[in-house]
């Protein structure tokens, strides 16, 4: 039985809540500099794109809501494959200014769609 597509979008957003509480009081430099954190914001970023790829192979319409999801699910295998030369900036870049923007277009969904 395939899973609920609002299921995927659940995860998404509670990934993308658990990155902003990572680094909620962090800098840049700081956020370069410690090691444990930035396995653990990866580690989301993959989630989320693991999530919305699924979600795009079970609901490509809804996937489409999301803006730039084919960027995100790219970013998603970047940092899987490309592990050893992540750029820890651009991470940071999109952890600080793209990612609050997905988490409220993936909460708008949810709200709209209402619980699985």
């Known amino acids: 039985m395939p ?3 609002r299921a995927f979008l659940w995860d ?6 658990d990155i902003a509480q990572f680094i909620d009081g ?5 956020y370069a500099q410690t ?3 930035r ?3 990866e580690r989301k970023f993959e989630v989320v794109g693991e999530a919305l790829g699924q979600l795009a192979r079970l609901d490509p319409e809804l996937a489409a809501q999301i803006p730039d999801y084919r960027r995100i699910i790219a970013f998603r ?3 899987i ?3 050893a030369s992540i750029d820890h900036a651009e991470v940071w870049r ?3 200014t793209a990612l609050p923007s997905l988490h409220a277009t993936v909460v708008a969904l949810m709200n709209e769609l209402g619980a699985p």
């Open 77 to 79: 295998n970047i940092l």
């Open 35 to 37: 090691a444990l954190v």
């Open 26 to 30: 962090q800098d840049a430099e700081g």
């Open 12 to 17: 998404i957003a509670d990934a993308a809540a």
């Open 3 to 5: 899973r609920d597509p």
């Open 94 to 96: 999109i952890a600080t």
């Open 81 to 83: 494959h490309g592990y």
């Open 39 to 41: 396995a653990a914001v």
